[in-house]
């Protein structure tokens, strides 16, 4: 007989580390360049990241907690959003360090700005693709009890898209070339996409 592991969220999972981010992955990373009021960038990788739309096309990124990135698009209404490749994963990573408001993460991991075309904030000039986003809704989520919560989501349009044309195969962006990654869950689990397989929807 096949067990079922059931726990509820809310009353713990009894585990030794919470699965809920393993299961739900892999994610892929939003690499979020913002500036603040006074022009200052910041950069910090986000994997509560997503498209949600294809056209217009749209992106989302979570803030869980008041983080530089939403006090930023608070302030501006603009981010880009930078592919993190698996050459880039380490200074991704050091992107992530809790370090005060006004440091220049792309400094701090030593990495190149390059200037956007519609927006503010740079983008990361290593990267192969990134995304221009302007700011079209700022969410603060609930519960189902109705309380919110210190989380809020960040929808944006992409206005702009730059791709690496050494990324474009017969005019085909090479997503496992480019080999992405993502996250999957527990501290530091990430993986990179190199290998695609093809379903084509059946028609009705």
């Not at 713990?12 to 690499?31: N, T």
């Not at 993460?105 to 693709?129: K, N, Q, Y």
């Amino acid at each position: 007989m096949v067990t079922d592991y059931f726990y509820e969220p809310r009353k713990g999972h009894g585990l030794p580390h919470d699965p809920f981010k393993a299961i739900v992955a892999p994610r892929p990373i939003g690499w979020v360049a913002t500036v603040d009021a006074q022009g200052r960038p910041n950069l910090a990788p986000y994997s509560f990241f997503n498209a949600i739309s294809s056209f217009p096309p749209m992106v989302y990124f979570n803030s869980e907690g008041r983080k530089d990135s939403l006090a930023n698009v608070e302030a501006t209404g603009e981010f880009t959003c930078s592919l993190v490749s698996a050459e880039l994963a380490r200074a991704m990573n050091a992107t992530a360090a809790p370090v005060a408001p006004g440091v220049n993460e792309f400094a701090l991991a030593g990495l190149a700005m390059a200037p956007s075309t519609r927006v503010r904030p740079p983008r990361v000039a290593e990267a192969i693709a990134a995304l221009e986003c302007k700011v079209t809704q700022i969410i603060r989520l609930k519960g189902i009890d109705g309380v919110e919560l210190e989380t809020w989501m960040v929808l944006g349009e992409v206005i702009g898209v730059h791709i690496d044309e050494r990324w474009l195969k017969n005019g085909i962006f090479d997503t496992a070339g480019a080999r992405p990654i993502a996250r999957c869950g527990y501290r530091g689990d990430y993986t990179e996409v190199t290998n695609l397989f093809e379903m084509i929807r059946p028609t009705a």
